[in-house]
Protein backbone atom coordinates (compact mmCIF):
# COMPACT_ATOMS: atom_id res chain seq x y z
CA UNK A 1 0.00 0.00 0.00
CA UNK A 2 2.71 2.74 0.93
CA UNK A 3 4.73 1.81 -2.29
CA UNK A 4 1.75 2.17 -4.78
CA UNK A 5 1.16 5.78 -2.54
CA UNK A 6 4.72 6.42 -3.36
CA UNK A 7 4.43 6.09 -7.01
CA UNK A 8 1.14 8.02 -7.43
CA UNK A 9 3.59 10.61 -5.63
CA UNK A 10 5.66 10.43 -7.64
CA UNK A 11 3.71 10.31 -11.06
CA UNK A 12 1.16 13.06 -10.09
CA UNK A 13 3.24 15.77 -7.67
CA UNK A 14 1.14 18.71 -8.79
CA UNK A 15 -1.97 16.61 -8.78
CA UNK A 16 -1.41 15.71 -4.88
CA UNK A 17 0.45 19.09 -4.54
CA UNK A 18 -3.14 20.48 -4.81
CA UNK A 19 -4.40 17.83 -2.27
CA UNK A 20 -2.03 18.67 0.19
CA UNK A 21 -2.69 22.54 0.19
CA UNK A 22 -6.34 21.68 0.29
CA UNK A 23 -6.23 19.70 3.23
CA UNK A 24 -3.92 22.34 4.66
CA UNK A 25 -6.39 24.94 4.30
CA UNK A 26 -8.86 22.28 6.32
CA UNK A 27 -6.86 22.81 9.06
CA UNK A 28 -5.89 26.39 8.92
CA UNK A 29 -9.74 26.87 8.98
CA UNK A 30 -10.48 25.33 12.26
CA UNK A 31 -8.56 28.39 13.75
CA UNK A 32 -11.42 30.79 14.85
CA UNK A 33 -13.14 28.18 16.36
CA UNK A 34 -10.07 27.16 18.21
CA UNK A 35 -9.42 30.89 19.37
CA UNK A 36 -13.30 31.27 20.17
CA UNK A 37 -12.90 28.61 23.00
CA UNK A 38 -9.32 29.63 23.96
CA UNK A 39 -10.64 32.54 24.77
CA UNK A 40 -13.11 31.42 26.55
CA UNK A 41 -10.96 29.47 28.71
CA UNK A 42 -8.71 33.09 29.11
CA UNK A 43 -6.49 32.70 27.11
CA UNK A 44 -5.70 36.06 24.54
CA UNK A 45 -4.84 35.79 20.46
CA UNK A 46 -0.80 36.73 21.73
CA UNK A 47 -1.21 34.11 24.67
CA UNK A 48 -2.25 31.00 22.75
CA UNK A 49 -0.32 31.60 19.64
CA UNK A 50 2.68 31.79 21.78
CA UNK A 51 2.07 28.00 23.46
CA UNK A 52 1.02 27.25 20.17
CA UNK A 53 4.47 27.32 18.73
CA UNK A 54 6.92 26.83 21.71
CA UNK A 55 4.87 23.17 21.51
CA UNK A 56 4.96 22.75 17.63
CA UNK A 57 8.76 23.69 17.95
CA UNK A 58 9.53 21.78 20.77
CA UNK A 59 7.44 18.38 19.41
CA UNK A 60 9.67 18.81 16.21
CA UNK A 61 13.30 19.22 17.68
CA UNK A 62 12.56 16.27 19.66
CA UNK A 63 11.26 14.18 17.01
CA UNK A 64 13.97 15.29 14.25
CA UNK A 65 17.03 14.43 16.91
CA UNK A 66 15.30 10.94 17.60
CA UNK A 67 14.75 10.60 13.67
CA UNK A 68 18.11 11.80 11.95
CA UNK A 69 20.18 13.48 14.52
CA UNK A 70 22.01 16.02 13.41
CA UNK A 71 22.50 15.09 9.70
CA UNK A 72 21.20 16.40 6.56
CA UNK A 73 20.61 20.05 8.18
CA UNK A 74 20.79 22.60 5.31
CA UNK A 75 23.98 25.35 4.94
CA UNK A 76 23.45 28.15 7.32
CA UNK A 77 22.80 30.45 4.81
CA UNK A 78 19.54 28.34 4.19
CA UNK A 79 18.50 27.14 7.58
CA UNK A 80 18.54 31.07 8.03
CA UNK A 81 16.22 31.84 5.31
CA UNK A 82 13.82 29.06 6.93
CA UNK A 83 14.20 30.27 10.17
CA UNK A 84 13.36 33.60 9.41
CA UNK A 85 10.23 32.43 7.00
CA UNK A 86 9.21 31.22 9.99
CA UNK A 87 9.69 33.72 12.37
CA UNK A 88 7.56 36.70 9.76
CA UNK A 89 5.18 34.26 8.38
CA UNK A 90 3.85 32.58 11.17
CA UNK A 91 3.98 35.48 13.62
CA UNK A 92 2.80 38.40 11.46
CA UNK A 93 0.09 37.11 9.18
CA UNK A 94 -1.64 34.54 12.19
CA UNK A 95 -1.09 37.01 15.07
CA UNK A 96 -2.70 40.17 12.97
CA UNK A 97 -5.46 37.93 11.75
CA UNK A 98 -7.04 36.86 15.30
CA UNK A 99 -6.35 40.38 16.60
CA UNK A 100 -8.82 41.27 13.89
CA UNK A 101 -10.90 38.98 14.56
CA UNK A 102 -11.67 40.21 18.13
CA UNK A 103 -12.73 43.62 16.48
CA UNK A 104 -14.15 42.86 13.54
CA UNK A 105 -16.92 40.93 12.12
CA UNK A 106 -15.57 37.11 10.99
CA UNK A 107 -17.36 37.78 7.60
CA UNK A 108 -15.78 40.55 6.80
CA UNK A 109 -12.10 39.72 8.21
CA UNK A 110 -12.35 36.70 5.75
CA UNK A 111 -13.59 38.93 2.70
CA UNK A 112 -10.10 40.80 3.28
CA UNK A 113 -7.62 38.46 4.09
CA UNK A 114 -8.81 36.43 0.93
CA UNK A 115 -7.56 39.26 -1.53
CA UNK A 116 -4.19 37.40 -0.69
CA UNK A 117 -4.30 34.76 -3.47
CA UNK A 118 -4.33 37.65 -5.85
CA UNK A 119 -1.24 39.29 -4.51
CA UNK A 120 0.82 36.21 -4.01
CA UNK A 121 -0.44 35.67 -7.92
CA UNK A 122 1.33 39.14 -8.87
CA UNK A 123 3.83 38.91 -6.34
CA UNK A 124 4.83 35.18 -7.93
CA UNK A 125 4.72 37.01 -11.41
CA UNK A 126 6.43 40.05 -10.58
CA UNK A 127 9.28 38.24 -8.73
CA UNK A 128 9.62 34.78 -10.63
CA UNK A 129 8.16 35.73 -13.61
CA UNK A 130 5.61 33.17 -13.46
CA UNK A 131 2.65 34.97 -15.85
CA UNK A 132 -0.72 33.58 -15.24
CA UNK A 133 -2.33 31.41 -17.26
CA UNK A 134 -5.84 31.36 -18.66
CA UNK A 135 -6.92 28.70 -16.17
CA UNK A 136 -5.00 30.60 -13.04
CA UNK A 137 -6.44 33.59 -14.38
CA UNK A 138 -10.43 32.39 -14.72
CA UNK A 139 -9.86 30.22 -11.35
CA UNK A 140 -8.71 33.19 -9.24
CA UNK A 141 -12.04 35.33 -10.07
CA UNK A 142 -13.84 32.22 -9.06
CA UNK A 143 -12.29 31.68 -5.78
CA UNK A 144 -11.96 35.31 -4.90
CA UNK A 145 -16.02 35.33 -6.22
CA UNK A 146 -17.03 32.40 -4.18
CA UNK A 147 -15.47 33.55 -1.01
CA UNK A 148 -16.83 36.87 -0.77
CA UNK A 149 -20.41 35.02 -1.58
CA UNK A 150 -19.18 32.43 1.00
CA UNK A 151 -18.81 35.44 3.76
CA UNK A 152 -22.12 36.57 3.13
CA UNK A 153 -23.50 39.71 4.03
CA UNK A 154 -20.51 41.05 6.37
CA UNK A 155 -21.06 43.11 9.15
CA UNK A 156 -19.34 46.90 9.54
CA UNK A 157 -15.84 47.22 10.92
CA UNK A 158 -13.91 50.43 12.28
CA UNK A 159 -10.75 51.58 10.14
CA UNK A 160 -8.26 50.08 12.51
CA UNK A 161 -9.66 46.23 12.16
CA UNK A 162 -9.66 46.56 8.43
CA UNK A 163 -6.04 48.30 7.82
CA UNK A 164 -5.19 45.24 10.37
CA UNK A 165 -6.84 42.32 8.18
CA UNK A 166 -5.44 43.84 5.09
CA UNK A 167 -1.86 43.74 6.48
CA UNK A 168 -2.46 40.51 7.34
CA UNK A 169 -3.66 39.25 4.01
CA UNK A 170 0.17 41.06 2.38
CA UNK A 171 2.30 39.39 5.29
CA UNK A 172 0.69 35.76 4.32
CA UNK A 173 1.14 36.78 0.36
CA UNK A 174 4.43 37.61 1.10
CA UNK A 175 5.13 34.14 3.05
CA UNK A 176 3.11 31.88 0.52
CA UNK A 177 5.38 33.63 -2.44
CA UNK A 178 8.75 33.33 -0.11
CA UNK A 179 8.02 29.91 0.93
CA UNK A 180 7.45 28.81 -2.72
CA UNK A 181 11.34 29.06 -3.26
CA UNK A 182 12.77 28.37 0.21
CA UNK A 183 10.71 25.07 0.59
CA UNK A 184 13.65 23.44 -2.12
CA UNK A 185 16.46 24.32 0.39
CA UNK A 186 16.12 21.35 2.95
CA UNK A 187 13.78 17.93 3.32
CA UNK A 188 10.44 18.32 4.75
CA UNK A 189 10.86 17.22 8.76
CA UNK A 190 13.87 20.00 8.67
CA UNK A 191 12.00 22.64 6.82
CA UNK A 192 8.93 22.50 8.98
CA UNK A 193 11.40 22.43 12.25
CA UNK A 194 13.43 25.41 11.63
CA UNK A 195 10.78 27.38 10.33
CA UNK A 196 8.73 26.55 13.51
CA UNK A 197 11.38 27.37 16.13
CA UNK A 198 11.41 30.69 14.22
CA UNK A 199 8.15 31.40 14.66
CA UNK A 200 8.28 29.85 18.17
CA UNK A 201 11.54 32.42 18.96
CA UNK A 202 9.74 35.40 17.13
CA UNK A 203 6.37 35.29 20.02
CA UNK A 204 8.86 34.77 22.72
CA UNK A 205 10.79 37.72 21.51
CA UNK A 206 8.36 40.11 21.39
CA UNK A 207 6.87 38.68 25.34
CA UNK A 208 10.11 39.47 26.62
CA UNK A 209 11.14 42.20 24.85
CA UNK A 210 8.09 43.56 23.52
CA UNK A 211 5.72 46.22 24.79
CA UNK A 212 3.05 45.29 27.33
CA UNK A 213 0.23 45.73 24.66
CA UNK A 214 1.55 42.24 23.45
CA UNK A 215 1.90 40.52 26.50
CA UNK A 216 0.42 37.15 26.53
CA UNK A 217 -2.33 35.73 28.36
CA UNK A 218 -2.41 31.71 28.92
CA UNK A 219 -4.84 29.37 29.39
CA UNK A 220 -6.19 29.33 32.82
CA UNK A 221 -7.55 25.94 32.84
CA UNK A 222 -6.70 22.08 31.65
CA UNK A 223 -9.26 22.24 29.10
CA UNK A 224 -7.48 25.15 27.57
CA UNK A 225 -4.31 23.56 27.30
CA UNK A 226 -5.66 20.72 25.98
CA UNK A 227 -7.18 23.05 23.49
CA UNK A 228 -3.61 24.35 22.88
CA UNK A 229 -2.36 20.74 22.41
CA UNK A 230 -4.72 19.81 19.76
CA UNK A 231 -4.08 23.33 17.71
CA UNK A 232 -0.35 22.92 17.82
CA UNK A 233 -0.59 19.17 16.69
CA UNK A 234 -3.05 19.28 14.34
CA UNK A 235 -3.11 23.26 12.84
CA UNK A 236 0.48 23.73 13.30
CA UNK A 237 2.58 20.34 12.68
CA UNK A 238 0.28 18.37 10.67
CA UNK A 239 -0.92 21.38 8.67
CA UNK A 240 2.11 23.46 8.07
CA UNK A 241 3.64 19.94 6.60
CA UNK A 242 0.76 19.52 4.41
CA UNK A 243 1.31 23.16 2.95
CA UNK A 244 5.18 22.69 2.72
CA UNK A 245 4.59 19.48 0.88
CA UNK A 246 2.04 21.24 -1.64
CA UNK A 247 3.54 24.23 -2.34
CA UNK A 248 6.81 22.40 -2.93
CA UNK A 249 4.91 20.47 -5.93
CA UNK A 250 2.58 23.47 -7.35
CA UNK A 251 4.30 26.55 -6.45
CA UNK A 252 2.91 29.69 -4.76
CA UNK A 253 0.29 30.65 -7.07
CA UNK A 254 -1.99 27.72 -7.20
CA UNK A 255 -1.52 27.54 -3.57
CA UNK A 256 -2.66 31.12 -2.65
CA UNK A 257 -6.01 29.70 -4.71
CA UNK A 258 -6.45 25.75 -3.63
CA UNK A 259 -5.96 27.19 0.17
CA UNK A 260 -9.09 29.54 0.05
CA UNK A 261 -10.37 25.94 0.80
CA UNK A 262 -9.72 27.72 4.31
CA UNK A 263 -12.55 30.08 3.94
CA UNK A 264 -15.29 27.29 3.15
CA UNK A 265 -14.26 25.45 6.17
CA UNK A 266 -13.86 28.43 8.71
CA UNK A 267 -17.64 29.22 7.06
CA UNK A 268 -19.19 25.89 7.80
CA UNK A 269 -17.62 24.93 11.31
CA UNK A 270 -19.30 28.11 12.35
CA UNK A 271 -22.79 26.98 10.60
CA UNK A 272 -22.26 23.41 12.46
CA UNK A 273 -20.38 24.44 15.67
CA UNK A 274 -20.50 28.03 16.66
CA UNK A 275 -24.22 28.65 15.94
CA UNK A 276 -24.56 30.99 12.93
CA UNK A 277 -26.36 30.85 9.94
CA UNK A 278 -25.85 29.44 6.64
CA UNK A 279 -28.04 31.19 3.38
CA UNK A 280 -27.82 29.86 -0.15
CA UNK A 281 -25.29 32.59 -1.38
CA UNK A 282 -23.20 31.05 1.22
CA UNK A 283 -23.59 27.96 -0.02
CA UNK A 284 -23.33 29.03 -3.75
CA UNK A 285 -20.18 30.43 -2.90
CA UNK A 286 -19.10 27.41 -1.20
CA UNK A 287 -19.74 25.36 -4.28
CA UNK A 288 -17.71 28.09 -6.63
CA UNK A 289 -14.82 27.89 -4.33
CA UNK A 290 -14.73 23.80 -4.18
CA UNK A 291 -15.32 23.85 -8.10
CA UNK A 292 -12.75 25.71 -8.46
CA UNK A 293 -9.78 23.74 -6.77
CA UNK A 294 -11.39 20.90 -8.72
CA UNK A 295 -10.96 22.44 -11.93
CA UNK A 296 -7.17 23.11 -10.80
CA UNK A 297 -6.55 19.56 -10.14
CA UNK A 298 -8.35 17.92 -12.83
CA UNK A 299 -5.99 20.44 -14.85
CA UNK A 300 -2.96 20.01 -13.33
CA UNK A 301 -4.25 16.12 -13.45
CA UNK A 302 -4.46 16.26 -17.02
CA UNK A 303 -1.12 18.01 -17.67
CA UNK A 304 0.58 15.34 -16.22
CA UNK A 305 -1.17 12.76 -17.66
CA UNK A 306 -0.13 14.63 -20.96
CA UNK A 307 3.79 15.20 -20.06
CA UNK A 308 4.10 11.25 -19.29
CA UNK A 309 2.87 10.30 -22.81
CA UNK A 310 4.96 13.31 -24.27
CA UNK A 311 8.11 12.10 -22.38
CA UNK A 312 7.15 8.36 -23.47
CA UNK A 313 7.59 9.93 -26.80
CA UNK A 314 10.45 12.20 -26.74
CA UNK A 315 12.35 11.40 -23.88
CA UNK A 316 14.11 13.76 -22.10
CA UNK A 317 11.96 16.73 -23.22
CA UNK A 318 10.05 18.45 -20.66
CA UNK A 319 6.82 20.09 -21.79
CA UNK A 320 5.53 21.38 -18.16
CA UNK A 321 2.18 21.52 -16.96
CA UNK A 322 -1.03 23.44 -18.05
CA UNK A 323 -0.40 26.00 -15.38
CA UNK A 324 3.23 26.95 -16.35
CA UNK A 325 1.34 27.94 -19.75
CA UNK A 326 1.07 31.79 -20.27
CA UNK A 327 -2.10 33.40 -21.72
CA UNK A 328 -2.15 33.46 -25.51
Known amino acids: MKTKFRHALIA ?9 VMLAGAGYGTGPWFAQNLERNGANPMGFLTARFVISAALLIAFRLARMGIKNLPNTKDALKIFFLGAFGFFVSPLLYFIALQDLDSGLVVVIFYIYPALAVLLSW ?4 HQPNLIITICLFTTLTGVWLTAGQVGDGNTA ?3 ITFF ?3 SHAIYVVAAGSISKKSDPLTMLTIALTGAAAAFVAVWLLGPSSLDP ?14 MAFLITIVATALFFAGIKRIGPGVTSM ?11 IGVLFMSEVVTAIQILGTVTVLGSIV ?5 ESRAETHNDSQSDKHPGVHSGT ?5 IS
Open 295 to 299: AIGLA
Open 258 to 268: VETFEAVVTIS
Open 322 to 326: VLDLP
Open 168 to 170: SAI
Open 217 to 230: EFPINQQGWLLVLA
Open 126 to 129: MIYK
Open 12 to 20: RPRFFGVIF
Open 161 to 163: GIM
